[in-house]
């Protein structure tokens, strides 16, 4: 599904992107993708707080960059400069812009391709990088996983605000809360849905959710968690 969003350098292109945004953590998919990168570059400043979703979504993926929990992986995003509606639509990639295709062509050392394929070059630094670290005792760098999780209140007079300050108040190595939302359930209640990103060796979901999520004191606020989607990065 591709996606078009117009003009987000303008205040109304900001406000149908907070649209946009209001039902979704990233803007394609349930983790960050090149899809984000595109939007991300596309606005000229840090939005403002009047654009929630927007001024949400921007600072999670702006701290995803800085531990490179962003994947290659996307549905295909055009930012355009006229117009000011946000709509998806079932249709082919977006056209190379004529800039774009250039650089694509140019061989300068300088230029540099995010996701593209390694050269012959990366791969023999990355095999001797391999052998130093074999060589000198160390482990493999740990991978990276992103997480969707639904948190579930006992009910309706749950305080969601403390609910998620209860969970964001749990801190382990290697783990880092994200983007969150609440959803509605039915009958009043409603879920709590966050993103986290977490370092494979260093820490468990489900030694999270067992030990850490839904013990005292936190399971004053929390009944249940489950994991709506789990992906490696």
Known sequence: MAVTLYNLKSESGLKKLDEYLL?????????????????????????????????????HIDALLRISGVSGEGSGVTVESSSLV????????????????????????DDVDLFGEETEEEKKAAEDRAAAMKASGKKKESGKSSVLMDVKPWDDETDMK???EAVRSVEMEGLFWGASKLVPVGYGIKKLQIMLSIVDDLVSVDT????????EPINEYVQS????????I
């Open 23 to 59: 039902t979704r953590s990233y803007i394609s998919g349930y983790q960050a993708s090149k899809d984000d990168i595109t939007v991300y570059s596309a606005l000229s400043s840090v939005p403002s707080d009047e654009f929630v979703n927007v001024s949400r979504w921007y600072k």
């Open 86 to 109: 946000a709509e998806e639509a079932v249709a082919t990639p977006p056209a190379a812009d004529s800039k774009a295709t250039e650089a694509e062509d140019d061989d300068d050392d």
């Open 162 to 164: 403390k609910l998620e």
């Open 208 to 215: 999270l959710i067992e030990e850490r999520l839904t013990v």
């Open 225 to 232: 968690c489950d994991i709506v989607a789990f992906n490696k």
